[in-house]
């Protein structure tokens, strides 16, 4: 079982900048490719970033390219989204996942293993 905790949302202006974190339980951390999802009000939640157990690999939604940065630190079972440049379209509830399958993680998401409950993220115009 794993247990992930978002922290690090709030309110912030056009153009600024956020670091998410998720905090996760267990002794297996590296063996989980871990990613950062959001959901707009009234809107489906969305895959954001994702990287893999090692950190070696990562991968990242379009709109968010060159804006946010993942990342992850094995020893202290946490994992990161740096998020800059945001736009009032970035509003939303992030929330963390974790699931020892790639593919899973980055391209079924009703079958994602574990997820935070998410923190909340608002950016002004």
């Known amino acids: 079982q794993v247990q992930l905790v978002e922290s690090g949302g709030g309110l912030v202006q056009a153009g600024g900048s956020l670091r998410l974190s998720c905090a996760a339980s267990?002794?297996?951390?590296?063996?989980?490719?871990m990613g950062w999802f959001r959901q707009a009000p009234g809107k489906e939640r969305e895959f954001v970033a994702a990287i893999s157990g090692s950190g070696g690999y990562t991968y990242y939604t379009g709109s968010v390219k060159g804006r946010f940065t993942i990342s992850r630190d094995n020893a202290k079972n946490t994992v990161f989204l740096q998020m800059n440049s945001l736009k009032p379209e970035d509003t939303a509830v992030y929330y963390c996942?974790?699931?020892?399958?790639?593919?899973?993680?980055?391209?079924?998401?009703?079958?994602?293993?574990?997820w935070g409950k998410g923190t909340l993220v608002t950016v002004s115009s």
């Open positions: 996942a974790a699931d020892p399958s790639w593919p899973v993680l980055t391209g079924i998401r009703d079958a994602i293993h574990y």
């Open positions: 267990g002794r297996t951390f590296s063996s989980y490719a």
